[in-house]
């Protein structure tokens, strides 16, 4: 929904890119008025989906997702689309960049980028994300009251820029043996994010938005950044906006994370600090992750792991994935069916304990996703048979 | 545990090879750089070492005012050579005249010098004048110190002078702006072999190499790949390679599997940080910059510490150690041993703690609780406390 707020841009980008007005708060709020982000089409009152398997834990555990919607009767099909990671043409991706345009909505798991491939093969993950312009990463770290962590109630939600930033996979090697990688940072999208950030943040109630930066060694590149969100901060004056240096802000994670809030960061700082997050609430398997575009929306784990290692052993935690498939139906607009779900999961998680090893349990993967059908059979009669 | 450096010409005479996968010569590597162990203390007159001392801002003052107490107080064969760097010179002159006095004396110790984020970009010429490549950061969990995770030792390794922090920015289209992130061959082969050479005078048993190679494919690709041509002159020695995120992960949730870690510029700095917070906070590592003739010591996450400076409630046991492990490479090895254990011995009495520990003590408290420990140990202090 915040992200329809990019039409705002439209005025700007007609313009001359660096004579952005200052009060930018106004400028976005005038804005054509109605949400027109929609739940894509429905024909016979079902959602079709996209769905990416991926390597590693990812089809696994999307297997359990469906068969988990198919036990609640979720209106949701899925379009399976495989991308293969050891293939050297692009067609695959492209493929599924095009079923994504088509249904405007995807659930996937990680695809493997390998480095031993030349430099021309692109990320699959990165190039999706670019393609679709899926500008911002969210990522809702909380602590679950049933897993064991050093540290209690976190509650902070990490938006990260997605497209430029050090990803753009932008590295030439003119001197041999000297590499240059270009670091983009744009005002548009600076802009874009830092306004996405603000919006949520009020969306949510939340009170206080810090931007994460290294603006004393990149001025220019990460000061951008940081004016940027100076400047749509001023429009939202019932927020607080302070920024802090991305080294300062992972120590304070490690040691005070309660006092962080919203946090919006350039990609690469992101990538880090989501991470020293997602190991501070639990591990990878429990934390999901979104990412959103003007026109589409992306769903996968926050921290986008293949889990090569345990792939296939019934061990990995499908609770980011089931998770990750709850936000997708809250925006399908599906909100009975992500609360049923997140609840079981939730119940699961806390009540009845039931860990898989990465948090310490016994549990595979199939009684963890068992024991959360049984929770939503015994919640009410929407349910086929076990 | 001090290292000289020295590349041979054979580095500069490779046949340069366009990018299909750099060809590594093992056998050629561990000829490139001959290690001496004769990296001479400076020169010494009189029997006395001369030190450049940089206050810097914020807390660097006021605690290296106590160093130098706690030097005169026992007796240290050490003089200071301050010299001011001020954040606000509009002129360059403040850092040639330290960068001269660094290279005169050779050892410094400093306090870190704040950078005004509204000031045009330029050159930090520290770190490069030197050519201080290796930044070494021994992270350990220090006895007395309430923390959640137990029995880290962790030495970071970080490259110094390239990488993200190269300074070179710029803004061709309005509202664009590009950074240039820098690796070279020379310079992740130097760390590289640093690296793996610590690790083996320590008796280390792995090095992991932090990158991000799946995005950054030539740049990390790069550094990876040096890292693992210097593997295969060292056998004894397992080398692993890690993801940054991953890296910071696993160090918040099980920091005990990693040993020694090598890694580029900017990775150093999040991970140095991440595992500072680890073992207790900025206050307690610190972290030393060496080149292949100088060296200077520091706190290892440069802190200035504006909000606390003047207080007496800084913590002083990052910048003690920091002598510590001066006078280590000046070889006064008793002096700083003497001075290491009374610091841990003090640091270990949770009443005497500071603030950032969550104790109620002062800096000078701390300080003269220091010197009266030395003075127990024995009749090498001066008179007064």
């Not at chain 1, 064991?148 to 820029?161: A, C, G």
């Not at chain 2, 003497?338 to 005497?352: F, G």
Request: net charge positive; aromatic share 6%; charged share 20%.
């Amino acid at each position: 929904m915040m992200a329809t707020l990019t039409k705002a841009f439209k005025p700007i980008l007609g313009r001359q890119l660096g004579n952005t007005a200052k009060v930018f708060g106004a400028a976005v709020n005038s804005q054509r008025g109605k949400p027109t982000y929609p739940p894509p089409a429905k024909y016979g009152g079902r959602h079709t989906v996209t769905l990416i398997p991926g390597d590693g834990i990812g089809p696994e555990l999307l297997n359990h997702v469906r068969e988990l919607f198919r036990f609640s009767c979720v209106p949701v099909d899925f379009e399976v689309v495989h991308v293969n990671s050891a293939s050297t043409s692009e067609d695959d991706i492209n493929n599924a960049i095009m079923a994504i345009r088509r249904n405007g909505v995807a659930l996937k798991g990680n695809v493997e980028t390998n480095h031993t491939m030349p430099p021309n093969h692109k990320s699959r993950n990165n190039l999706l994300r670019t393609s679709l312009d899926l500008y911002a990463n969210m990522m809702h770290c909380q602590s679950l009251p049933g897993v064991q962590t050093r540290h209690k109630n976190i509650d902070i939600i990490i938006i990260r820029e997605n497209t430029e930033g050090e990803y753009s996979s932008l590295e030439h090697e003119s001197v041999s043996g000297v590499v240059e990688s270009l670091k983009i940072i744009t005002r548009n999208n600076s802009l874009r994010i830092a306004d996405y950030a603000f919006r949520l943040a009020r969306d949510k109630g939340r009170r206080r938005v810090t931007a994460v930066h290294k603006a004393n060694i990149m001025k220019l590149g990460d000061g951008l950044f940081l004016q940027c969100c100076k400047e749509v901060a001023s429009g939202y004056p019932d927020i607080e906006f302070d920024s802090m240096i991305v080294d300062n802000t992972t120590m304070q994670l490690v040691s005070k994370p309660h006092q962080f809030d919203v946090m919006v960061m350039p990609n690469l700082y992101g990538n880090v600090v989501s991470n020293v997050c997602a190991g501070l609430v639990g591990g990878p398997g429990l934390v999901p992750g979104a990412n959103y575009g003007r026109d589409y929306a992306v769903f996968e784990t926050a921290t986008r792991n293949t889990g090569k290692s345990i792939s296939n052993r019934n061990i990995a935690n499908p609770t980011a994935m089931l998770l990750a498939s709850c936000l997708m139906l809250d925006h399908l607009k599906l909100h009975d069916y992500a609360n049923m779900i997140r609840g079981a999961i939730l119940t699961t998680m806390n009540e009845t304990r039931l860990h898989t090893v990465d948090i310490g349990g016994q549990g595979t993967t199939s009684e963890v996703v068992q024991s959360i059908m049984r929770i939503i059979q015994s919640g009410g009669p929407l349910t086929t048979e076990i | 545990m001090s290292i000289a450096a020295r590349s041979a010409p054979v580095l500069f005479s490779t046949r340069l090879q366009p990018w299909t996968g750099l060809k590594s010569s093992a056998n050629n590597v561990s000829l490139r750089f001959k290690y001496q162990s004769t990296n001479p203390p400076p020169a010494k007159y009189g029997g006395r070492h001369t030190v450049t001392l940089i206050p810097g801002d914020g807390i660097g003052p006021e605690l290296l005012n106590h160093v130098r107490e706690l030097f005169r107080f026992c007796c240290v064969p050490v003089d200071f050579e301050v010299v001011r760097v001020d954040s606000s010179a509009s002129s360059e002159d403040d850092i040639n005249n330290a960068v001269t006095a660094i290279k005169r004396n050779g050892v410094a110790l400093k306090g870190n010098i704040e950078t005004n984020h509204n000031l045009p970009p330029s050159h930090n010429p520290g770190t490069i004048c030197f050519d201080l490549y290796a930044n070494v950061m021994h992270c350990q969990s220090l006895p007395g110190v309430p923390t959640r995770h137990k029995d880290i030792d962790v030495i970071i390794i970080r490259e110094n002078t390239e990488g993200e922090y190269s300074s070179l920015e710029h803004e061709n289209v309005p509202g664009v702006v590009e950074s240039l992130k820098i690796i070279t061959r020379v310079n992740s082969l130097r760390i590289a072999e640093y690296a793996f050479n610590l690790a083996r005078e320590k008796g280390r048993r792995k090095v992991t190499a932090v990158h991000k190679a799946n995005i950054m494919k030539l740049g990390d690709g790069l550094f990876l790949q040096c890292c693992k041509e210097v593997a295969a002159g060292y056998p004894d020695i397992t080398f692993d390679k890690m993801i940054v995120d991953n890296t910071t992960m696993q160090l918040v949730s099980k920091p005990q599997q990693f040993d020694v870690m090598v890694m580029p510029n900017l990775y150093g700095n999040v991970v140095s940080n991440v595992c500072a917070g680890l073992v207790g906070g900025p206050g307690l590592v610190p972290g030393v910059n060496y080149g292949k003739d100088y060296a200077v010591f520091e706190t290892a996450t440069r802190n200035t510490g504006k909000n606390i400076a003047n207080k007496n409630i800084a913590n002083p046991t990052a910048t003690l150690l920091a002598s510590c492990l001066m006078l280590d490479h000046l070889k006064l090895r008793a002096y700083a041993k003497m001075i290491r254990k009374a610091v841990l011995k003090t640091l270990s009495e949770t009443q005497l703690q500071t603030a950032d520990l969550g104790g109620q003590g002062t800096t000078s408290e701390v300080a003269h609780s220091i010197m009266q420990e030395i003075q127990r140990g024995g009749p090498r202090t001066s008179e007064q406390i």
